[in-house]
Each structure stands twice: as C-alpha cells, then as structure tokens.
C-alpha cells in the first residue's frame, strides 16, 4: 500500500476509505484486493470535510497568508466565468500589478503600494486610442525593466495577432508588434533583450481554417522593442520536411483541417443516421457529430462506426439526444452535422505553442506544445527550434500514481488503473540549483474538442473485445462507468482506425513534474493533489469550479484538479514551486531545493466550498487560478516575497505574503507537512 509518513497532521491520518472492490487494480499495483490505494482521512467517506474557506488572514506558521484582493468585475452571474482575471505581472518600479482582464479586452493597472487594499487606476488602452479596430483579447501580460508586453489575438482569432508594449510607469503606448495567431503567453527574457509570444494557432470551430503554430522573437535594445519579429514555425518538421525525421513519434500529430462535413438527411433509428455521402466511412472509423449552433443547443460528441450500409450510417451507441439535438425535438435530424475525421492538419499547424520559460542565462527557452504532449527547445542565441520533446506517459496501474477515474460512483475512489495519462502541462517555468537548470511543469492536461472534431469519449464507450462491448484488461472492467470505464480518453488511442485501441492514454498527469533540460524526469507528484484534496473536502474533491453547480467528484472522469498555474521563487534559503488547481482551487506549495527530492509543504485554498450551488457572494472566495507571480522580497511593497494570484473563473487578484517556514517546523516538531512516501 502506498501511504503517507506518518505524522500528526490531520492530512496525514491513518484511517483508510473504505471504498469498491480493486478490480480495477492493474497487475503493477501491489495494494490489497479490498482497499484504496492512496491513504487519505476520515473526512474521505462521501462526507466534506466542513469545506470552510481556509482562515488565510493570519494562520500561525502558515507560509501563504492572504494580505489583499481586488475583484475586478461586481459578483454578477451572468458576469461570473467571464475571464476577467487571467494572467498577473508586477513591476516593482512602479509598485503596480497588471492584470488581464479579457472580458473588458483590457489589462487592469492595480495600485500595490498598499497591498492590503489594492486600488485599480487605470488600464492599458489596446485600441491605440482608437486607432485599431482589429484587436480582440488579451491573453498575457509581463514585464521587464520598466516595458510592459501584452499578448492580444486578432479579433479574427485564426489570424495573426500582436505583441502590444507600453510604459510601465505611466501606461503610455509604445507599439504593437506583428506575431503569430493567437499570441497565448508572451514572456521577457531575464537579461530583458527579448521578448518572446507563444502563438498558439488554434483551428476555428469546424476545423476549415488551421493556422500555424508559432513562436515570436521580438529584440529590444536600449529599452525599445523592434518593429519587426523573428517568426519561428515548425514547416521544416512536416512530414516531408527538411527535419521530418528529427520529429520523435511520441508527439501528438492529430488535427483534422481539411476534414469531410456530411448533412444528415433522416435519423433512421437511435444509433442510425442517413447521411448525404458514406463513401468515406468505414466500420471502425470516427465520426463528430455536432448540432448547427443557428438550429439546435448541444456539444459535439465523437461516435465510432459500427457498420456502414448505403447511406446509413449505424454507431456503436446511442446518439446523446440531451447534448446533440435540440430540447423538445430530438428527432430533428436536419439540425446535425457529421465531420468524418478524415482530415490532416500538417505538423506545422498542429504544434500548438502555448506557454514559454527561459533560463536564468536567457540563452534557451523552453515552449511546452500542451495538446501535442511534447515540449519544443529554443536556442536564443541563434534563434532557432533545436529540439521538439516528447514527455510520455505517466503510468497509473503503479503504486503513487493512483488517480479517481469516475463521476458516477459518488466516492473516493483512488486507486490504481491500468491507464497512461499523458502529461501535456500548460505553465512552466525554469529554475536553477548549483550549475543546473531544470524545468518545472503543472501538467494539466488538454482534449480537443471543436465542433469539426472532437477527441474525447469514455473507455466504456469504446468497442472493446466481445460485442457486448465489456473488456476485463489487465484486471479492469472498462465497460464499467463506476470505475475505469468512466474515464475520458482519446480516440487517437485507435491510431491505425481500424476500430481497436492500440494503446490506453487519458488526458493530463494531475500532477505538476521537475525535468532536466534535456528532458528527463526527475520527479513527478504523482497522486498527491488527488490524496491531499480528499482528504482535506471528502466527496467534495475534484470538483469543479462553476460554482452555480455542485459537482461532487465531478472532474474525477476528466483531469481531476487541473494543475494550471506554476511559479517559483526562492524564500530565505529555500526554493519553493506553488501550483495552482485550475478546477479544486487552490495553492500547492512544494519545497523543491532538492529537485529529485520535494517535500509537500501545505495547501491553501480559500474557496468555501459550502457555497457550490448557492447564490454568489463577494466573500466565496477564489475560483479558477490562471495565473501566479511571484516577487521576491527586494521587489515587494512589503520587503517579504509575495504571490501574487489571478483568478479566471471568480474575475480576482489576490496577493499573498510568503513567510519562511519556521525553524520549528523545519526541526519536525509535529507542525509541518511530511514528505510523502515513494
């Protein structure tokens, strides 16, 4: 069994979930055949743990105390999930904090002098005082020596986008620079010469315009951006490229541009439809079948083919009449479209660039491909790709990597699957320890899902063995909804389309990992944000953060928590990772001096989460954090380092004071978190 130390925290308690038989429990996992693999405490049995937002105003000991908040927009529902709070910067110079705000398409200019009582006074005007009409959102905000960078997409999202520069001090407009589409993160380089965008280049929703994904280089001399940008794609890479051969097979080439759209001419029976052309279908194939937005409300959901005849087209399931078809006429067939996953986005147009970090020397800079799982390297001294990484996979069939797989079960479910989540991180960051720089990544995990094309569906929806549909696989049922067969995966597992899954990858490491440069892992969290979560709210983990709804479990079948946001920071002689829970909220705070060896230090969520379902409320507290900056004490308003929080879903920034951890608590006088067990 695979238990934390033991230790007097209530985190750290004995007694284990009771919870279903381990049939799911893969041939690797050494834990008995009737308990749960991960321990957890006494709060984990369906009931919250009390679920109070955390006292952060002043706890003894603690390391992150609440010292401020803003709320950017008022606590209005039809306001709430707005995004207008995203991504953080401070300039220190200045003692302002810059926030994105996407539903105002603006960047809020917060007052910090006074921490404790942030004041907005501004914002940066990205209409160029009206000169531009093009803009759409921003995306990202930083900072360097005095310059701001704002990352905005193009109104017409698959069009190129800018990099917009101002003055720090007074918010005056220097100029906005040409990027790449979809311009998702911009980041300096710590020598403050470069600015760099990760130009995402997301297709539009049917999937008939794929623009490239990219990576802008911007010099800055003097204080001065240049008025061009060097643009690095990835042509070189595709598949009959200069450099195909330098593409490792373990990064994810799957987008369907140039995909076949079918009409729907009549709905034969629950699981049949008449299409105007089955040429192109074939058993075994996947389809996505998407409501017209004019015509009909519903998601777009991937079916398999179960046989083809004439123009009737029958899938190994029902059609979902409450997500595909329109309320109160599900027998509306002219209302849906069918996209044949025929399609082949160019390697170029795949890679999808989304988040950047630079070493501390400023001469690499590394760009994680999120929905690709790999990780592309950028030599800035020549400016060039040198190297695109895969990450693998995390195997969660071994003790450590336990994971809760099922929404439907309505318990604490951790234990382990013979399942491989891919990694595919958002945020990351570098950091350096002697003469070594290692990369730190919060691997959230990303699905694509557009109406054109769809990669999700549950492994129970998968035709495995017999025609019942029921598999027993290495000793789980992933026919079972309240087990592994609940599970969301990807239907690229069926990479050759022949109807059979070759390989079992779900989406995300739930987790946050330290890699070398070179890309090995040294480390990775393994199941300890599922464990400390439910421990912590009971049934209530792995929630979700809508907040008009009460989602017990309800992330559990997706990507749990969603670790997002990552920074780090050195405090005293300590380095520290703090990683943000996109769905659970919250902050996780490691001490990652000895990167090969982290120790969990505490869990800070000031979310009540007696509140899910109820009305809103200003003192709920933080939904959704998206973006973390950390300043090091030398540059705080307050001479102690701070973390400094945006939150998209609740539309708040929120600082935190970091304190050293007491020397009492170091000394192991009971107070402290325990390293967990490996």
């Known amino acids: 069994m695979h238990v934390f130390s033991t ?70 529902a039809e306001e709430w999930d707005a995004s207008a709070a995203e991504i953080v910067t401070f300039d220190p110079a200045s003692q302002q904090i810059f926030t994105v705000n996407g539903m105002a398409k603006a960047v809020d200019v917060l007052d910090a002098r006074d921490v404790s009582n942030l004041k907005k006074t501004g914002v940066l005007d990205l209409s160029g005082g009206g000169a531009f009409a093009d803009y759409g959102s921003p995306n990202s905000v930083a900072v360097s020596q005095g310059l701001i960078a704002v990352a905005v997409e193009n109104d017409q999202k698959q069009s190129p986008g800018w990099v917009y520069f101002f003055h720090a001090a007074d918010g005056g407009f220097v100029k906005r620079v040409v990027a ?43 204080g001065v951006p240049g008025d061009d940008a060097t643009q690095l794609g990835f042509e070189a890479f595709n598949r009959r490229g200069p450099r195909a051969d330098e593409l490792p097979e373990g990064v994810r080439i799957f987008g369907n541009f140039g995909r076949t759209e079918l009409s729907v001419s ?15 279908i074939k058993k075994g194939h996947w389809v996505t079948i998407t409501p017209d937005v004019a015509a009909a409300d519903g998601e777009p959901l991937a079916y398999q083919v179960a046989s083809v005849s004439g123009t009737a087209v029958t899938f190994t399931r ?62 800035l001294k020549s400016d060039t790709i040198t190297a695109i990484r895969p990450l693998g996979t995390k195997d969660h069939s071994l003790p450590g990597n336990e994971l809760d797989a099922s929404d439907s079960d309505e318990a604490v479910n951790i234990r382990c699957w013979p399942v491989q989540g891919m990694y595919q991180p958002d945020s990351i960051v570098t950091f350096t320890t002697g003469d070594e720089t290692f990369l730190v990544t919060a691997n959230e995990g990303d699905a694509r899902a557009y109406d054109g094309f769809t990669e999700e569906a549950a492994f129970r929806d998968v035709v495995w063995g017999d025609a019942d549909g029921a598999a027993i696989i290495d000793g789980a049922d992933f026919s079972d909804k309240n087990g592994v067969g609940d599970l969301v995966t990807t239907i690229t597992n069926d990479a050759d389309r022949d109807g059979t899954f070759e390989s079992r990858r779900c989406f995300g490491g739930r987790s946050f990992s330290i890699w070398t440069v070179s890309g090995e892992q040294v480390w990775d969290s393994g199941h300890d944000f599922a464990v400390i979560t439910a421990d912590r709210y009971g049934l209530q983990f792995n929630n979700d953060n809508k907040k008009t709804e009460d989602e017990k479990d309800g992330r559990s079948d997706a990507k749990g928590c969603e670790p997002e946001a990552i920074a780090v920071g050195r405090v005293g002689e300590s380095t520290y990772a703090f990683v943000g829970l996109e769905r ?95």
């Open 180 to 222: 790449g589409a979809l311009p998702d993160m911009v980041t300096f380089t710590p020598d403050g010469r470069k600015a760099l965008a990760a130009n995402e280049g997301e297709p539009n929703a049917d999937y008939s315009i794929d623009p490239e994904g990219s990576i802008s280089l911007i010099a800055i001399q003097d």
């Open 7 to 76: 230790g007097p925290l209530a985190l750290f308690a004995a007694a284990v979930v009771s919870v279903l038989s381990l049939a799911g429990c893969g041939a690797a996992c050494d834990a008995p055949a009737n308990g749960i693999t991960a321990e957890v405490s006494q709060h984990a049995d369906g009931e919250s743990a009390g679920g109070v937002a955390d006292d952060t105003s002043g706890s003894a000991g603690r390391m992150l105390t609440q010292v401020g908040r803003f709320h950017h927009t008022a606590q209005q």
């Open 266 to 280: 009549e709905r034969l029976d629950k699981a049949t439809l008449a299409v105007s052309d089955a040429t192109g």
């Open 584 to 678: 659970m909220g919250g902050i996780m705070v490691y001490d990652i001096s000895s990167p090969a060896s982290p120790v969990f230090v505490e869990y800070v969520n000031n979310r009540d989460i007696t509140k899910q379902g109820k009305a809103f409320g200003d003192p709920d507290g933080d939904y959704g954090p998206e973006g973390f900056c950390f300043v090091p004490a030398e540059s705080s308003p307050v001479g102690v380092p701070l973390l400094i929080v945006g939150s998209e879903v609740s539309g708040t920034t929120t600082v935190y004071q970091v304190d050293a951890p007491a020397a009492s608590r170091l000394e192991g006088d009971g107070s402290a978190a325990r390293p967990l067990t490996r």
């Open 318 to 379: 029902p059609l979902d009449d409450e997500a595909t078809y329109t309320p109160g006429d599900a027998a509306d067939a002219s209302t849906l479209k069918v996209f044949l996953h025929d399609g082949q986005s160019s390697v170029a147009q795949d890679l999808e660039p989304e988040y950047i970090a630079v070493s501390e020397d400023s001469t690499m800079a590394f760009v994680t491909l999120q929905e690709n799982n790999a990780v592309a390297v950028i030599d």
